[in-house]
Nanobody, 126 residues
Framework: QLQLVESGGGLVQPGGSLRLSCTASGFSLNLYSIGWFRQTPGQEREGISCINTSDDSTYYTDSVKGRFTISRDVHANAAYLEMNDLKPEDTGVYYC???????????????????WGQGTQVTVSS
């Protein structure tokens, strides 16, 4: 079964941290670029961070620069999103995706995804 599974979401207070994981099964995540996307009610899915695995170039949307870090583990067949100094506006459902290669910014802004995960809820609230 080919799938991506996210984990690590939860409820956290403003200023807190979470680490999201995205694990692939049935295929090698290293054959694709990887992105993290966020969706909130009534809004379109937004590209938060992407990594081009051919050269490890990265992209971050402006609102998370300096706070979030995308990474991957080839051996674990997984990707991660380290989120620090979380703010209430970071709340949403976070999805990971296996993406077609290309310009790393374009991957996030106009994603061409082969696989999507089911999403994990992140809630930042006091």
């Amino acid at each position: 079964q080919l799938q991506l599974v996210e984990s690590g979401g939860g409820l956290v207070q403003p200023g807190g941290s979470l680490r999201l994981s995205c694990t692939a099964s049935g295929f090698s995540l290293n054959l694709y670029s990887i992105g993290w996307f966020r969706q909130t009610p009534g809004q379109e899915r937004e590209g938060i961070s992407c990594i081009n695995t051919s050269d490890d170039s990265t992209y971050y949307t402006d609102s998370v620069k300096g706070r979030f870090t995308i990474s991957r583990d080839v051996h674990a067949n997984a990707a991660y999103l380290e989120m620090n100094d979380l703010k209430p506006e970071d709340t949403g459902v976070y999805y990971c995706a296996a993406l077609r290669f290309g310009n790393v910014r374009s991957m996030c802004v106009v994603p061409a995804a082969y696989y999507w995960g089911q999403g994990t809820q992140v809630t930042v609230s006091s």
